[in-house]
């Protein structure tokens, strides 16, 4: 077996080693990665006691009418609806870096984490910072190992991608209530929103180039008006069904037959979009673009085109199956080659860190305010591109020079129990390179060696 | 005299107040304060304190060699064969006024060459690495101790040598030191390897170079120096405190000195310009409680006698310690001087060591916060018994 096999599997594919990680790899790194693709059996306890999106929607509308029923000046009210939501991206961040420090199932939620931003909804817009999160355990999680078609269905009717891409505004000029509104010309914002169509197809399934046009935009976001959620309004119109459960609405769905990519699509209702969504998870350009965004991101910045080329293959063979996807990746050879390096991401690099030093930081700011400084605040890439994943993206001058700040706090934190060296040898086994192994034994202080073997290059690749 | 939120408030923390641990002491046994500065990185004894009468100093000092006193830049007399860096203004008005101490060719027990381990045995107080988990100062609180913490640590992360059973409190400002000065120069050296990293960290300090206005010379060397300076007066306003600590630790690294360590100024030069400005600082700051103060200024080894290939000292065995504060029974050298000829050194290249830095401690606690000798011995530093105590350190 080659001895990188083990370092690699717990850095490139996993989030880090843990001290001891490399030595429970064993020798069957790939079997180690795939007996974690399961996930694990019960929801990890890091996640337990945060609402699921309907009950936290109920309290969201219920924050809204108090504030409509108080005297105008009540401050603490008006500040509630903020401070609410703020609250609650701080559980759910905390939740997710928590688990992410600890879990023995690194391959499995570095996974999570890249459909989380595959399917990025930015935090920036109310109330996304509070339901970001719930998306990727509520969505994502369960469909991680699954098929594509139910990760991206499960994601297309998440309250969070329908509120963040508007789907819940976007009305089929022919439906029963697009007509009565043309009729009156008096409602001008009724008519089709075709934000999340467009992403559908740019960035979840085809991709930039993947054969689609303009006219098959406007003709999704016609097939997928409909798609709402319960209580998309406060009152009146739409303020009807269960709070965050996806609603479709019949009232404002385009009716009819559609014609999408040359093929035409005679169902009636949601059937129609669950049709086309279907179909896009298994094209070819879909299979193509996702394979390339995976085999960037776990093995190279410019993947190798036998791995794409196989990736791509087994998708279309397997019809998305997303666990057959990941064994070809992980059977492929230069998956492996030790001379593919990734720069990991702050993400990458605070988890990594956190979990070498074995640290549950007491306080979650201590992670999230990093991420803040590194410019990668959790949950908000602020497009729904979600985070580049290269180097070129990430190597700033200055984000290096915060990287080594960051690692000097740490270390002085937490470096002074540490043996540095030891820790080298525990993270990165045999790929602890002799020069970075010199010169963090030869720090002047454990506390200096830490800082040199954070800042390392072979620390800060993975 | 300021009450703990005052203090608090005169630190810029109250709002940080909840996370600040308690710092009230009911009753301290002892008005003695101590403070304890580890200089992590092992300090140049024969730069802190030269032997300028000593025949062979020029001779095996080189270029590092320290003019003698009177002269341009040179030496502070302390006694006629020792003088003091000529950064240690503050230090040699203390010893003129009686109130500082130097002790020459001292070291811990430890006899390799490892910074992590030199500083463990120098914090754990034993004769072996590792052989003790927790440091002799935490050790020596049992009976000093009153119903709260009376020792801090001004420091992120409670150093070894105020680790263990006794609790203890710590302090660290918000706002954390840059890296410092050798940090960085020692992250140009690993990643001159990798044009990738080597690029960047050298566009990251041009451009901070820029945007702080700093000059060549300057550049790079951090905030660390200055915060240091900063610790020191924010330990003097705990160690006021009515109700505060009366026994504090504080470190500053940047002392392992391999490439171009300079004589009366430069890199060494510098750092011994900071812990002046940071003891004088402790001074101001502790106002009359200074007459019953103890500053320890230690570090884990010393460095080689010659100079290396790179303009530097490599690791060695003794230095110099410094004892200085009111308490202090000062105004003297204490140095069973080994000599610097050929034969004179530790294994060829190092100060020979004459005092063993356990009875400087032993002394000070016993004689400083009069704790019970027979502990000392049993408890704080045991299996100490051949390194006697030393005399006369404190002001009967």
């Known amino acids: 077996m080659n001895p990188t096999g083990p370092v690699i599997a717990a850095n490139r594919f996993g989030l880090g080693a843990r001290p001891g990680e490399i030595a429970r790899v064993g020798d069957r790194p790939e079997a180690w990665l795939l007996d974690q693709l399961d996930g694990p059996s019960r929801l990890p306890p890091a996640f337990r006691g945060l609402p699921e999106s309907p009950a936290l929607f109920v309290e969201l509308q219920e924050i809204r009418r108090n504030q409509r029923e108080a005297k105008r000046n009540d401050e603490d009210i008006a500040q509630k609806y903020g401070r609410f939501v703020r609250e609650h991206y701080v559980s759910q961040t905390s939740a997710r870096y928590r688990h992410a420090a600890t879990t023995d199932l690194p391959f499995h939620e570095r996974l999570v984490h890249f459909w989380s931003n595959h399917f990025a909804v930015s935090a920036d817009k109310q109330p996304l910072p509070a339901i970001a999160g719930l998306m990727e355990n509520e969505a994502i999680r369960p469909n991680v190992s699954g098929r594509f078609v139910d990760l991206l269905l499960a994601v297309e009717k998440h309250p969070a991608m329908i509120v963040y891409l508007d789907n819940q505004r976007s009305i089929g000029p022919n439906s029963r209530l697009g007509e009565r509104a043309n009729r009156r010309r008096t409602e001008q914002q009724f008519g089709l929103n075709e934000n999340l169509a467009r992403e559908i197809l740019e960035l979840h399934t085809l991709g930039v180039g993947g054969g689609y046009t303009q006219q098959d935009v406007t003709t999704l976001a016609k097939i997928i008006t409909g798609w709402s959620i319960g209580g998309a309004n406060e009152r009146g119109r739409f303020a009807d069904g269960t709070p965050g459960k996806f609603e479709f609405r019949e009232a404002i769905h385009e009716p009819g037959p559609q014609r999408l990519l040359g093929k035409t699509y005679a169902q009636s209702g949601v059937d129609q979009g669950e049709a086309v969504l279907r179909d896009l998870a298994t094209h070819p350009s879909t299979a193509r673009f996702v394979s390339t965004k995976l085999a960037r991101h776990f093995v190279a910045d410019e993947p190798p085109a036998t791995i794409v080329d196989k990736l791509t293959d087994t998708w279309l063979e397997s019809g998305g199956e997303l666990a057959t996807v990941y064994r070809a990746l992980v059977e492929a050879d230069d998956a492996w080659n030790p001379t593919h390096r990734k720069y990991k991401t702050p993400h990458d690099f605070v988890i990594s860190t956190v979990r070498a030093l074995d640290h549950e930081p007491e306080r979650p700011q201590f992670i999230v305010g990093a991420l803040d400084l590194m410019g990668q605040p959790p949950f908000r890439p602020g497009s729904p591109e979600g985070w580049p994943d290269t180097a070129e993206q990430w190597g700033g001058a200055d984000a290096l020079y915060k990287r080594i700040e960051w690692s000097n706090t740490v270390a002085r934190r937490v470096g002074s129990r540490i043996d540095p060296v030891e820790l080298g040898k525990a993270v990165l086994g045999v790929r602890f390179d002799p020069e970075s192994r010199k010169a963090v034994s030869r720090a002047e202080s454990r506390v200096q060696g830490m800082t040199l073997f954070l800042a390392s290059p072979d620390f800060q690749r993975r | ?396």
């Open chain 2, 1 to 396: 005299m300021l009450n703990r939120r005052e203090l608090l408030r005169a630190m810029g923390l109250t709002a940080f107040a909840s996370h600040v641990p308690a710092l009230a002491l009911a009753s301290a046994s002892t008005d003695a304060r101590l403070v304890l500065v580890v200089l992590r990185g092992a300090v140049d004894g024969l730069a802190l304190a030269a032997p300028y009468a000593d025949p062979d100093y020029r001779n095996v000092r080189g270029e590092l060699t320290l003019a003698k006193p009177g002269s341009a830049n040179g030496l502070l007399d302390l006694d006629g064969f020792f003088g003091l860096h000529p950064s240690f203004d503050g230090v040699h008005e203390r010893f003129v006024h009686g109130e500082a101490t130097i002790v020459h060719a001292v070291a811990s027990p430890y006899r390799a060459r490892s910074h992590f381990d030199g500083q463990d045995m120098l914090e754990n107080g034993g004769d072996t690495v590792g052989g003790l988990r927790d440091g002799w100062l935490n050790r020596a609180l049992a009976p000093v101790a009153g119903d709260h913490e009376i020792a801090i640590a001004l420091a992120q992360n409670t150093p070894l040598v105020l680790r263990g059973d006794n609790s203890v409190t710590s302090w660290a400002p918000s706002k954390l030191p840059d890296a410092d000065a050798d940090t960085i120069a020692r992250l140009q050296r690993l990643y001159a390897g990798d044009a990738f990293f080597a690029t960047r960290l050298e566009q990251a300090l041009n451009s901070r170079e820029i945007a702080q206005g700093m000059s060549g010379s300057s550049r790079g060397r951090g905030n660390d120096a200055r915060q240091f300076e900063e610790m020191m007066a924010s330990a003097a306003r705990f160690l006021v405190a009515p109700d505060g600590p009366r026994i504090a630790v504080v470190e500053l690294g940047g002392w392992d000195t391999h490439a171009n360590q300079g004589s009366a100024s430069g890199a060494l030069a510098n750092r011994f310009a900071a812990l002046d400005t940071g003891l004088a600082n402790l001074r101001t700051g502790l106002g009359v409680a200074w007459k019953n103060t103890a500053v320890a200024v230690v570090t884990e080894f010393g460095r080689t006698v010659h100079v290396n290939g790179t303009r530097g000292t490599d690791h060695g065995t003794a230095t110099a310690a410094l004892l200085v504060g009111g308490a202090v029974a000062g105004g003297k050298v204490i140095a069973d001087w080994p000599g610097l000829g050929r034969n004179d050194l530790y294994a060829g290249r190092d100060l020979q060591p004459t005092t063993d830095l356990r009875s400087l401690f032993k002394g000070v606690l016993e004689q400083h916060l009069a704790i019970d000798a027979g502990f000392v011995e049993r408890t704080v530093f045991p299996g100490s018994r051949g390194a006697r105590p030393l005399e006369n350190l404190i002001r009967s």
